[in-house]
Protein backbone atom coordinates (compact mmCIF):
# COMPACT_ATOMS: atom_id res chain seq x y z
CA UNK A 1 0.00 0.00 0.00
CA UNK A 2 1.73 2.98 -1.04
CA UNK A 3 1.70 6.84 1.26
CA UNK A 4 -1.37 8.46 0.19
CA UNK A 5 -3.34 5.26 0.98
CA UNK A 6 -1.89 5.20 4.20
CA UNK A 7 -2.74 8.69 4.66
CA UNK A 8 -6.27 8.15 3.13
CA UNK A 9 -7.14 5.64 5.85
CA UNK A 10 -5.76 7.16 8.49
CA UNK A 11 -8.06 10.24 7.77
CA UNK A 12 -10.65 7.95 7.30
CA UNK A 13 -10.19 6.40 10.82
CA UNK A 14 -9.76 9.61 12.61
CA UNK A 15 -13.06 11.28 11.08
CA UNK A 16 -14.51 8.14 12.35
CA UNK A 17 -13.05 8.59 15.60
CA UNK A 18 -13.68 12.03 16.12
CA UNK A 19 -17.71 11.52 15.34
CA UNK A 20 -17.95 8.71 16.80
CA UNK A 21 -16.59 10.27 19.93
CA UNK A 22 -18.91 13.17 19.43
CA UNK A 23 -22.07 11.13 19.23
CA UNK A 24 -21.15 8.99 22.53
CA UNK A 25 -20.86 12.03 24.34
CA UNK A 26 -24.13 13.84 23.24
CA UNK A 27 -25.93 10.35 23.73
CA UNK A 28 -24.41 9.49 26.76
CA UNK A 29 -24.71 13.01 28.73
CA UNK A 30 -25.90 15.36 26.42
CA UNK A 31 -23.25 17.42 25.74
CA UNK A 32 -22.06 18.88 22.45
CA UNK A 33 -18.20 18.29 21.79
CA UNK A 34 -16.81 21.76 21.16
CA UNK A 35 -13.52 21.22 22.02
CA UNK A 36 -13.13 25.32 23.02
CA UNK A 37 -16.19 25.48 25.04
CA UNK A 38 -15.37 22.57 27.24
CA UNK A 39 -11.55 23.74 27.86
CA UNK A 40 -13.30 27.31 28.62
CA UNK A 41 -15.68 25.27 30.95
CA UNK A 42 -13.12 23.07 32.79
CA UNK A 43 -10.56 26.10 33.34
CA UNK A 44 -13.03 28.37 34.84
CA UNK A 45 -16.50 26.77 35.59
CA UNK A 46 -19.13 29.00 35.57
CA UNK A 47 -21.32 29.49 38.97
CA UNK A 48 -24.33 27.32 37.24
CA UNK A 49 -22.11 24.96 35.85
CA UNK A 50 -20.05 23.86 39.63
CA UNK A 51 -22.61 21.31 40.45
CA UNK A 52 -22.47 19.67 36.93
CA UNK A 53 -19.98 17.15 37.69
CA UNK A 54 -17.96 19.18 35.67
CA UNK A 55 -15.29 16.34 35.99
CA UNK A 56 -15.98 15.05 32.47
CA UNK A 57 -14.70 17.74 30.57
CA UNK A 58 -11.14 17.58 32.71
CA UNK A 59 -11.36 13.92 32.12
CA UNK A 60 -12.46 14.72 28.35
CA UNK A 61 -9.35 16.92 27.33
CA UNK A 62 -7.13 14.40 29.38
CA UNK A 63 -8.41 11.63 26.79
CA UNK A 64 -7.65 14.16 23.64
CA UNK A 65 -4.35 15.19 24.68
CA UNK A 66 -3.27 11.48 25.49
CA UNK A 67 -5.32 9.94 22.67
CA UNK A 68 -2.75 12.80 20.84
CA UNK A 69 0.32 12.21 22.02
CA UNK A 70 -0.24 8.42 22.09
CA UNK A 71 -0.97 8.51 18.20
CA UNK A 72 1.60 11.09 17.62
CA UNK A 73 4.38 8.25 19.08
CA UNK A 74 2.94 5.60 17.05
CA UNK A 75 2.42 6.91 13.72
CA UNK A 76 3.52 10.46 13.23
CA UNK A 77 6.72 10.58 10.88
CA UNK A 78 9.79 12.04 12.01
CA UNK A 79 9.16 15.48 10.19
CA UNK A 80 6.32 16.48 12.36
CA UNK A 81 8.54 16.93 15.79
CA UNK A 82 11.02 19.08 13.68
CA UNK A 83 8.46 22.06 14.49
CA UNK A 84 10.37 25.03 17.08
CA UNK A 85 8.21 24.76 20.34
CA UNK A 86 7.81 29.02 19.91
CA UNK A 87 5.93 28.24 16.76
CA UNK A 88 3.88 25.61 18.26
CA UNK A 89 2.85 28.02 21.41
CA UNK A 90 2.18 30.71 18.75
CA UNK A 91 -0.05 28.84 16.91
CA UNK A 92 -2.07 26.89 19.80
CA UNK A 93 -2.83 30.95 21.06
CA UNK A 94 -3.25 31.97 17.57
CA UNK A 95 -5.97 28.73 17.41
CA UNK A 96 -6.99 29.95 20.74
CA UNK A 97 -8.10 33.47 19.84
CA UNK A 98 -9.76 32.16 16.61
CA UNK A 99 -11.98 30.16 18.17
CA UNK A 100 -13.23 32.85 20.80
CA UNK A 101 -13.39 35.24 18.19
CA UNK A 102 -15.63 32.67 16.22
CA UNK A 103 -17.89 31.52 19.16
CA UNK A 104 -16.21 27.88 18.70
CA UNK A 105 -13.97 26.00 17.03
CA UNK A 106 -14.19 23.78 13.89
CA UNK A 107 -14.78 20.71 15.73
CA UNK A 108 -17.44 22.50 17.76
CA UNK A 109 -19.38 23.99 14.62
CA UNK A 110 -17.68 21.84 11.87
CA UNK A 111 -19.03 18.47 13.43
CA UNK A 112 -21.38 19.11 16.38
CA UNK A 113 -22.77 22.21 14.94
CA UNK A 114 -23.31 20.54 11.56
CA UNK A 115 -24.64 17.68 13.05
CA UNK A 116 -27.83 19.49 14.69
CA UNK A 117 -28.26 21.49 11.83
CA UNK A 118 -26.68 24.70 12.86
CA UNK A 119 -27.49 27.84 10.65
CA UNK A 120 -25.15 29.59 12.45
CA UNK A 121 -21.94 26.34 12.37
CA UNK A 122 -23.34 26.44 8.97
CA UNK A 123 -21.51 30.17 7.99
CA UNK A 124 -18.74 29.58 10.68
CA UNK A 125 -17.93 26.25 8.82
CA UNK A 126 -18.15 27.89 5.21
CA UNK A 127 -16.09 30.88 6.12
CA UNK A 128 -13.26 28.80 7.97
CA UNK A 129 -13.05 26.18 5.10
CA UNK A 130 -13.79 29.23 2.33
CA UNK A 131 -10.71 31.04 4.47
CA UNK A 132 -8.75 27.55 4.38
CA UNK A 133 -8.95 27.13 0.35
CA UNK A 134 -8.15 31.10 -0.47
CA UNK A 135 -5.03 30.76 1.91
CA UNK A 136 -3.91 27.37 0.07
CA UNK A 137 -5.09 29.00 -3.32
CA UNK A 138 -2.52 32.12 -2.30
CA UNK A 139 0.36 30.52 -1.26
CA UNK A 140 0.42 28.17 -4.20
CA UNK A 141 -0.08 31.44 -6.35
CA UNK A 142 3.03 32.94 -4.61
CA UNK A 143 4.95 29.87 -4.35
CA UNK A 144 4.75 29.43 -8.41
CA UNK A 145 6.03 33.22 -8.96
CA UNK A 146 8.67 32.61 -6.57
Known sequence: MDASWMAALQALGGG????LASWLLLAALGRV???????????????????????WRKMFLLGLILGGAAAFAWIAPPAAAARPWPLLVAAGLLVGVGTVMGSGCTSGHGVCGLGRRSA??????????GAGVATVTAMQFIAARA
Open 120 to 129: RSLVATLSFM
Open 16 to 19: VLIG
Open 33 to 55: AGISGIAAAALSPSADERGDAGG
